[in-house]
């Protein structure tokens, strides 16, 4: 790393290191954003079509060298505990964002890239409804599959787990740099 980063101080459940060559970027993964499930599509400056098409991710993402891939692990109740789910998604994207910040603090050139997990809930209500900028584009950052990235695999491939068990969320995180 060209930068000092105590991984340990953000309660990671994993955290490793790779070569950005590992990624893979496949349209059927943002495909799934387009099927709506959580609700979010065209509905969050961070979610699709709001953000840049794979193609344009793949140039940005691809500039990097390195990258940390990082994961978290929330009990739930069940596969249905939707709130523990959300309070869980809630958490990791500000511990993202204090990342982001530490990493941020440290490099005078900022060429970092920040993706998480999930859409961003900064504010109750996105501005995009009202057809208006973000209000904090500093301090949000798409989703992983997002940008199509096919994660389950990169998991794999970097040795990482996917799935941590029964009654547990896995949010997973990607720092470039």
Known sequence: MDFELDLEKYLFTEHKEFDVTMIRIDQK????????????Y?????????????????????LFKSAVIVTKAYPTKSSFDMRAMFEGLVDFRKTLLELKEDVGAQLLNNKILL???GTCFLCEKCTIIDNKSCRFPDKTFPSVEACGIDVMSLCKEVGVNYNNGKNTITYIGILLY
């Open 29 to 40: 993964v943002r495909e799934m954003c387009e099927q709506n499930k959580c609700g979010f």
């Open 42 to 62: 065209g509905r969050n400056h961070m979610c699709p079509p709001a953000i840049k098409c794979i193609e344009e991710w793949a140039k940005e993402i691809f």
């Open 115 to 117: 993706l998480g997990a």
